[in-house]
């Protein structure tokens, strides 16, 4: 695929934003499995089988298999597909589940949007916040086996994960979105804030940068639970994340993304990935053509290096 420049300003949004949200895809109409069916308002009714997309931007089906399609897409080779720009099918020639295996963290590291973003002198990180618990964990021996392929991003760009600190100081975003499971499962004395009002603050935290990535993955948890508890609750958070950063951000100069990496929510039938395309959602400075380059996972990445002038280089082939 031979991706031009297609932003009408020759330097691209001055901000890019690209929200993760985990297992997400396209579902059909269905009240009993399908939570965006009963739940999904203006940004993801189309994934319970709705046909309209209400709000300002584009909404593309894309593919997650990439080409190979005798097994589900996973996480592993899908999140390092999208935020690389890689088609990590042709690297490891199989769908490889959980955090990125030991072949792919080296392209997750070195290849990352997030540091072609630096290498040419453009700011760019991972705005999740981690916990102090959790920076432990990764203290220990052969850590990167538990590492997610953001987190890996974020060290393999040289830079610091975030901690609570920036978080009290609203430099960073906590993965539950309103500071709950920080309150509720790690007992942090923080306030919590509203959905609505955390989109709004990770417009004006990624202002300080030319691109963040932010993920949210408790759609896939929900979807490998394979239970309807709680779902109305996380597809109005995810909603209102959404529109607090519609809302806030400036579509003349600023651009937000939102994609996955595999269905799986979309489906609580069952508790494995599903077949699905999934979601590129694509609001301000840059969408008016998109539609006619993203087409597969791996092209979101490669889009965003386009509206930049970035080049992107295929990878070198795996040594067997």
């Known amino acids: 695929m031979d991706i ?24 059909k109409k269905d009240l009993v499995y399908n939570p965006f069916t009963k739940y999904g308002k203006d940004f993801f009714s189309v994934l319970g089988g709705k046909t309209s997309f209400s709000p300002p931007g584009t909404i593309i089906p894309i593919n997650a298999h990439m080409g190979l399609t005798s097994s589900l897409p996973q996480s592993g080779t899908g999140q390092v597909a999208l935020f690389t720009g890689h088609n990590t099918i042709s690297l490891m020639h199989r769908h490889m589940a959980g955090f990125p295996p ?12 997030v540091n072609f973003f630096l290498k040419h002198q453009l700011k760019a990180g991972v705005i999740n916040t981690y916990t102090r618990r959790f920076l432990e964990i990764l203290e220990k021996p052969r850590s990167e086996r538990f590492m997610s392929a953001s987190t890996l991003m974020q060290i393999g760009s040289g830079q610091r994960l975030l901690t609570m600190e920036d978080h009290f100081n609203e430099k960073s975003l906590f993965m539950d979105i309103t500071n709950w499971f920080l309150r509720k499962e790690l007992g942090y004395d923080i306030p919590e804030i509203t959905p609505l009002e955390a989109g709004k603050r990770l417009v004006k935290i990624a202002r300080d940068y030319n691109l963040v990535v932010y993920e949210y993955f408790f759609t896939d948890k929900y979807g490998h639970e394979g239970t309807n508890h709680d779902v109305a609750f996380i597809v109005n958070h995810i909603e209102d994340l959404l529109t607090g950063i519609w ?74």
């Open 247 to 320: 809302e806030e951000i400036n579509p003349e100069k600023e651009l937000v993304v939102v994609s996955s990496d595999h269905g799986n929510f979309e489906d609580l039938s069952t508790p494995v990935h599903t077949e699905n395309q999934i979601p590129a959602i694509f609001y301000g400075s840059g969408d008016d053509k998109v539609t006619i380059n993203v087409r597969e996972i791996y092209d979101v990445a490669r889009y965003l290096y386009s509206l930049k002038n970035i080049q992107y280089k295929e990878p070198s082939p795996l040594i067997a």
């Open 4 to 27: 031009k420049n297609l932003d009408k300003n020759k330097n691209g949004p001055e901000t890019i934003i690209l929200v993760f949200i985990d297992g997400i895809g396209f579902g």
């Open 102 to 113: 030991y072949s792919l963290r080296p392209y997750i590291k070195n290849d990352s949007i």
